[in-house]
Structures are given as structure tokens and as C-alpha cells.
């Protein structure tokens, strides 16, 4: 579970407040969509959930573990993929995911069978063995989706992750975060694509300037916004309030 | 016009003029502290230029004087700079002309080939003059006040000095040129390349070794060229010829120095042209399809199933993955494996070849092997502090720093991996040590071991502190792999904490020496402080590396 208390952050001494009081908690077994226009502070709510900003103030806990106090335990139980699949050019797909595996500590049975799993699903088998400098966007995404996955996490942190994936592996990372959080574990996910958050999440919160201005289920959201359209709809008329 | 907007752009990038102007505006702290940072390498960096360069130009200067040929500073000079540039220069250009990353953005524009060459090839002249300009200086300061030469001297003096990387910088853009374009084939091209590159120093080598041996001189000959008019200066420049019309556009008068300097001037335009021409003629047709894709190789299921099945601690797969990304990034390979392995060979190889070690040899011979042991070691982990590989260790990982921040391995395991793969790397300056046994100095097996760990001991403060240098303030905002480390002053800040580690460690063996301590006691006591220089940077870095990683914001 992911729970955020009074969380802001900002930039240029302050001048500009990214983040700004963002109060936030995410169930177990739960699909979390966190949508809002460019600059409105997803990413920056992603880099501190995950340990690469540090909060200004307020406080972030994942899996009972707080962040600054105990990040070892937050980062062996959640994994990140960040909107930009930057990774290791000179090492190859599978070398790249095998350092993986070793930092996350996974079993060597584990990692083999997961690795099979993992890179049928997401058509990698191939590739995995060429070096990653000559992989396509979607091919790069595709493989730090699939280091992310190796140490089964509690979870599932990905910021943008639909860009670039052809429609098959879009399709097969839905299925598996259904998947994941059917097991009772947490996806926590930012889009543009209003229509995946839709129809995939439980809940959703939408952030503006830095503030989550609306936050639940779609029935919720509509209720909010009164406005008894679609995602889109809602999505506009919140954001250019 | 559409040229200069390029390289006024180039310049822009590659100094990183906008980001200066808007911190100057939005963050004076960040300016006054890159000044102060810039004003502190300066300073700890003058009083080896004063010895190097100053004060051995100045001998070099009296020296000529003395057989009242005054001019052969400027020779000097003008050669020694320009086999620098020559030799440093091969992965520099190799990367500003192929593995920028801004080559993507470029290539589709509307410029033609020699537009984009020219513009990289003028940021890299550019560059070069932060080689040229220490040495060039000096040498044009005392030939000048020292002979009271009036304007045209200082004006044709600053002149030469601008055009001074030209040649050697064309030869080699055009020897890369080539290369690539011959290369640009086949499913092992990266390793052509890396053989086209040691190829290249090969040939630079064997051109030092070539003029060397050129024409050998009898007594009277030699003796004829000292006092002979311009004798030094035409003896020298045997090596590179233009350096002796620059010399007498500078020191002779009249005609003789106007013919010179037009010379000059035409071979430097030459060089020029010739760089734009093989631009437009080859560029493209290397670089274009460099990243391309060799068919997919099937790997097989047993190999699949072995290679997912081997499991590493996480320290000894960050040193694996460091030493990957080194290998196989060929900037990192030349700055960092090539230099360990190269720079020693090109600094005694000459002095072989030249017969000049024999008084070394002589000298050395006469020394207790305790000194000699000890030298050796101490050769290995100079060559090793030479190398930037620990102390870009962590701007190397640039944007993909975001995974050492959310891997769940301690600061410090990831700091044990980086130290072992500095480590292993220090390895390669073993070899040199036993090829040195082998052609001069026949140590024992014994003392070749007792070297080799020693030295081993001796490079550990230089990978430590280099490495605290680097977690301290990473540059991680590089645009492409030569700026990780060309543009980056933790590697020259590794170097100075380095001799400042290994001057008091120096003082300490001197006084172990003077006492005349058993030769146990004396290797002992160099070990023991080895590992109490090393022990402290480790121990900060141990200290702060939690709050730096959280610290640090990865681009």
C-alpha cells in the first residue's frame, strides 16, 4: 500500500511549488491511475515515491515503510519505471536483466523462470540477447518493464507506462497488472491515455498544479465533477476550472 | 551564415553558455561556487605548471640562448604542442564527430556534411586551446621579452598560437574520417574500429619511433647542428616540419617571415579544406548506419536458460556491469584501459628507442632493490591514478543514475562494487611491470609478486578518494561519453587529492628509509598506510553516501 501525508515540493527555492500538500493512500489489491495535465507534478509525486527526490515536507510510506527512514525496505518491496526507459546501451538485454536480478537478490530458479515468463509475454526472447543500444523505444520499455518485474513487487510504480508499447504489449501489461493486484498487491500508475485509465482502474485522483483537486472510483469522480460523461469529460472540465 | 548559427550553436552546447547565463541570473550561488571550484583547481594546479611548463621553459629558453640560437624555444614549443594535440586528439575527435547524441538531431536538418564537420571540428580546435595556450604562452613570453620583440612578433606570435591545432587535429579527422567510413561494414565494425584506433596510436608511436631514428648523426655533425644557425630548431623539427616555419615567422625578418608565415598559414588552410572535403565526401557514409542493427542473433535455449541461472552478489554485479560499460564504450575504453596500457609505453618506448635510458639504467642500477621494488609499485599506481576510472566512476552512470538510486543495495555495497572494478583495472599496469622485468631490469619472480601487491595496496587511496571526489559532486548531465570525462574536473580533482595522498606517503617511505628500517618493516609500513589513506575517504563516503544518493537528482 502507498500512503502520502502533507507531501509538497518545490523548486527554485520555492518559487515553484511542484508538489504542493498532496495527501494520498493507495490499497492493497488496488489499481491507482494518477492523471493531470503536463507540469502538474506526476512525475515529480512518482520521483519522491520512489526515493529519486526528496520531499520538502509531509511524509511517504510504502509497504509500513517510511521512505527517508527506511528506504532500503521500500526499494527491495516496489518497483519503478520511469517515463523515459533510460538503461545501460553497451549491456545486453539479458546481462541488464540479469543485474537486476542480483541486486534485487532473486533466487537464481526464480529468476530463470520468471525471465522466460516475463520475455515470452512481452515477445523479447529474440533480443535478449543483443545490447540494449540497439533496441527501439517500445523494445527498451518493454525491457525495463520486465526488470522491473523480476522480483515480484509489492508495488508497482510506472510513470507513463503505455508510451511507446505496441498494442499487443499494452495489452499484455494491462492483463498483468490486473493480475498483480487480484493477488493483493498495489499499481500505481500516471497516463495521458484517459481512456486505459478508465476502464483499468479502481480508483483514480487527478493532480493540478500540484494538488490533488479529485480523487476515488469513476461512479466518485463523476459525482465530483457532476458530470455523468466520460474520463475525458471529467478530465477537462476538473483541470481547466 | 548557416554555418556559424551552427557553430555558434556547437560552442554553446559544448560550454554550456545558456545554462551558465540562467544560473547567473537564477542561482549566483552555483556561479560563485564554479568559480571558486575553478580558482581552487587553478591554484592547486599552478605549482605543477610552474615546474613543468614555466620553469622548464625557461631553461629551455637559456639553454637555446646560450648557443645563441634564442628561437629554439618557439620550435619547442610549437612542436611539443602539436604531438600533443596529435596524440590526444584521436578519441576526442573520434567522439565529437561520431557518438555525440546530438548527431540524431543534426543529420536530419538541412546542413550538408562539411557544415556539421566543420562546426565540431571548430568547438574542438576551440577546445585544444586549453592544451595549447599553457605552453604556447610561456614560450612566446620569453622568447619575446627576452629579445625585446616589438609588435609583429606578439601579433603573428597569438596568431600562430590560434592556428597551432589545426594540422595536427585535420590529420587525424581525416585518418577518422577514413576510418569509419572503411569500417561502416559488417557485423563486427566496433571491434574494426577499436583496431582501427590502436592502429592509429601504432602509427603515431611508430612515427616518434620513425623520426627518432631518422638520419643518425655522427659527433661533428651533432655538434655542427648546436652551433649552426637555427640548428636546434631545424634538428627538432625534423619531427614536424611546419613547426619550423612557424619558428621563422616568428624569429626571422623581413621576406624570410612573411614567406614562412604564408606557409604556414596555406598548409593550415589546407588542412581545413581537407577536412571539410573528406566531410562532405565520407561523413555520412560512416556514420549513417553505425548504430544499425546486425541481424538478430538466435541465442540458444541452453545458452538462455545458463545465462538467466548465474546468480552474483550485488557488488560483484556492479564492478561486472562497470567493467562492461567501459569495455564497450570505446571513449571510456582509450581514456581509461587504453591510457593505462599506452601512456607508459609512449613515454619509454622513445627513450628506448633513443638509447636515452642507458644513463637511466645506469643510475638505477646503482639503487638498493628496496628502492627500485618500490618504484615499480609505486609506477603501477601512478599509471592507475592516471586513468579517470574511478573518479568519473559515478558521472559515468549519467542518466541512468535513477537505478542506482532505486536498487535496494546499500550505498555502500555499490561503492565495494565500484571499488573492485577500479581495482581489477589497476590490474593492466601489472603487465607493463613484468615487460619492464623482461626488457631492463630482470627482477625475480618473488619481487615481481612483492611489486605487484604492493602496488596493488598503493592504488586503493588514489580509487578511494577519487571516488568520494565523484560522489560529491557527479556530472551527470553529460550530452555524450567524452564530456563524462574530457569535461569533467573530478577527474583532474582525483589527480591532484591523489598526489597530495601519495606525496605524504612518499615522505613517510623517505623517512622509513633514512631510519634504515628492515625492508619487512618498510614494505609493511607502506601497505599499513596504503590502508590507513585509503580507509578514510572510504569512511566518509561511507558516512555521507546514504544522504548523497538520496541527495543527488539524476537527469
Not at chain 2, 613543468?52 to 645563441?68: D, K, M, Q, R
Request: charged fraction near 15%.
Amino acid at each position: 500500500m502507498i500512503e502520502l501525508a502533507g507531501v509538497s515540493k518545490s523548486y527554485n527555492k520555492g518559487a515553484i511549488k511542484a508538489v504542493d500538500n498532496l495527501n494520498l493512500s493507495v490499497r492493497p489489491g488496488e489499481i491507482f491511475g494518477f492523471l493531470g495535465p503536463n507540469g502538474a507534478g506526476k512525475t515529480t509525486t512518482i520521483k519522491m515515491m520512489v526515493g529519486l527526490l526528496q520531499a520538502d515536507s509531509g511524509t511517504i510510506t510504502i509497504n509500513g515503510h517510511n521512505i527517508e527512514q527506511e528506504p532500503l525496505q521500500v526499494k527491495s518491496s516496489l518497483s519503478y519505471v520511469p517515463d523515459n526507459p533510460e538503461v545501460y546501451e553497451k549491456l545486453s538485454g539479458l546481462e541488464y536483466l540479469n543485474f537486476l536480478a542480483d541486486v534485487y537478490r532473486v533466487p537464481a530458479k526464480q529468476r530463470k523462470e520468471r525471465m522466460e515468463r516475463f520475455l515470452q509475454l512481452f515477445e523479447m526472447t529474440q533480443a535478449v540477447g543483443d545490447l540494449i543500444q540497439s533496441y527501439s523505444h517500445g523494445m527498451r520499455q518493454k525491457i525495463v518493464l520486465i526488470g522491473a518485474l523480476l522480483h515480484e513487487p509489492e508495488v508497482f510504480i510506472l510513470d507513463e507506462p503505455m508510451v511507446g508499447l505496441d498494442p499487443k504489449s499494452a495489452h499484455n501489461l494491462k492483463e498483468y497488472m490486473r493480475e498483480h493486484c487480484d493477488q493483493g498487491k498495489t499499481v500505481f500508475f500516471s497516463t495521458h491515455v484517459l481512456e486505459v485509465a478508465e476502464k483499468l482502474c479502481d480508483r483514480i485522483g487527478i493532480i493540478r498544479r500540484g494538488q490533488l483537486i479529485a480523487c476515488g472510483t469513476m461512479d466518485e469522480l463523476k459525482q465530483q465533477a457532476q458530470n455523468e460523461g466520460s474520463l475525458e469529460k471529467i478530465f477537462l472540465e476538473l483541470t481547466e476550472a | 551564415m548557416r554555418l556559424l548559427t551552427l557553430i555558434k550553436m556547437q560552442l554553446n552546447v559544448s560550454f554550456n553558455w545558456s545554462a551558465l547565463k540562467w544560473y547567473a541570473k537564477h542561482d549566483k550561488k552555483k556561479i560563485l561556487g564554479g568559480i571558486a571550484l575553478l580558482l581552487f583547481i587553478l591554484v592547486s594546479l599552478a605549482p605543477v605548471y610552474y615546474f613543468l611548463a614555466i620553469n622548464f621553459l625557461e631553461t629551455v629558453y637559456l639553454s637555446g640562448y646560450s648557443l645563441g640560437q634564442p628561437e629554439f624555444i618557439l620550435t619547442f614549443a610549437i612542436v611539443a604542442v602539436s604531438m600533443l594535440v596529435l596524440f590526444f586528439a584521436i578519441p576526442f575527435i573520434m567522439a565529437t564527430f561520431y557518438f555525440s547524441r546530438d548527431l540524431a538531431l543534426l543529420v536530419p536538418l538541412p546542413f550538408l556534411p562539411h557544415e556539421i564537420i566543420g562546426a565540431k571540428f571548430s568547438t574542438v580546435v576551440i577546445q585544444e586551446y586549453l592544451t595549447v595556450l599553457p605552453f604556447m604562452l610561456p614560450a612566446l613570453y620569453f622568447y619575446g621579452t627576452g629579445q625585446n620583440a616589438g609588435p609583429y612578433f606578439w601579433l603573428v606570435g597569438i596568431l600562430l598560437t590560434l592556428l597551432l591545432p589545426i594540422i595536427p587535429l585535420a590529420i587525424i579527422s581525416a585518418a577518422i574520417l577514413f576510418l569509419m567510413r572503411v569500417t561502416n561494414l559488417g557485423k563486427r565494425k566496433d571491434l574494426l574500429r577499436y583496431l582501427g584506433m590502436m592502429l592509429m596510436l601504432a602509427a603515431v608511436l611508430g612515427f616518434n619511433y620513425f623520426m627518432t631514428k631518422l638520419e643518425p648523426m655522427t659527433q661533428e655533425e651533432l655538434m655542427n647542428l648546436l652551433f649552426a644557425k637555427e640548428g636546434l630548431a631545424t634538428l627538432i623539427s625534423r619531427v614536424y616540419p611546419p613547426a619550423l616555419w612557424a619558428t621563422r615567422a616568428l624569429a626571422a625578418e623581413g621576406t624570410t617571415a612573411l614567406l614562412n608565415l604564408a606557409m604556414f598559414v596555406i598548409l593550415t588552410s589546407m588542412g581545413v579544406m581537407l577536412t571539410l572535403y573528406l566531410g562532405d565526401r565520407l561523413f555520412y557514409r560512416g556514420l549513417i548506419g553505425g548504430d544499425e542493427v546486425t541481424a538478430r542473433r538466435d541465442i540458444s535455449v541452453d545458452r538462455l536458460a545458463k545465462a538467466m541461472s548465474q546468480v552474483s552478489s550485488p557488488a560483484w554485479a556492479i564492478a561486472k556491469r562497470e567493467i562492461k560499460v567501459l569495455l564497450r564504450t570505446p571513449i571510456y575504453f582509450f581514456n581509461s584501459v587504453a591510457v593505462i596500457l599506452i601512456m607508459p609505453l609512449a613515454m619509454f618506448l622513445p627513450l628506448i628507442w633513443g638509447n636515452a635510458m642507458e644513463p637511466i639504467l645506469t643510475m638505477l642500477e646503482t639503487l638498493a632493490p628496496l628502492y627500485l621494488n618500490l618504484g615499480a609499485a609505486a609506477s603501477i599506481a601512478l599509471v592507475a591514478a592516471f586513468a579517470p576510472a574511478a573518479s568519473t566512476s559515478f558521472s559515468r552512470e549519467g542518466k541512468q543514475f535513477w537505478l542506482s538510486q532505486v536498487m535496494p543495495v546499500v550505498p555502500q555495497e555499490q561503492i565495494n562494487g565500484k571499488i573492485i572494478y577500479s581495482l581489477l583495472l589497476s590490474l593492466l599496469g601489472i603487465p607493463l611491470v613484468f615487460l619492464a622485468s623482461f626488457l631492463l631490469f630482470h627482477w625475480t619472480n618473488q619481487e615481481l609478486i612483492l611489486i605487484s601487491l604492493v602496488g596493488m595496496f598503493l592504488t586503493l587511496p588514489s580509487i578511494t578518494v577519487s571516488l568520494l571526489i565523484d560522489l560529491l559532486r557527479p556530472y551527470l548531465t553529460w550530452s555524450n561519453p567524452q564530456a563524462a570525462i574530457k569535461q569533467n574536473f573530478n577527474a583532474v580533482f582525483g589527480m591532484v587529492a591523489t598526489g597530495v595522498l601519495y606525496y605524504l606517503m612518499y615522505q613517510f617511505a623517505m623517512y622509513m628509509l633514512q631510519q634504515q628500517y628492515s625492508d619487512f618493516v618498510i614494505y609493511s609500513g607502506v601497505v599499513a598506510s596504503s590502508l590507513l589513506l585509503a580507509a578514510l575517504p572510504y569512511g566518509i563516503m561511507v558516512k555521507i553516501a546514504e544522504r548523497r544518493f538520496r541527495e543527488i537528482i539524476a537527469p
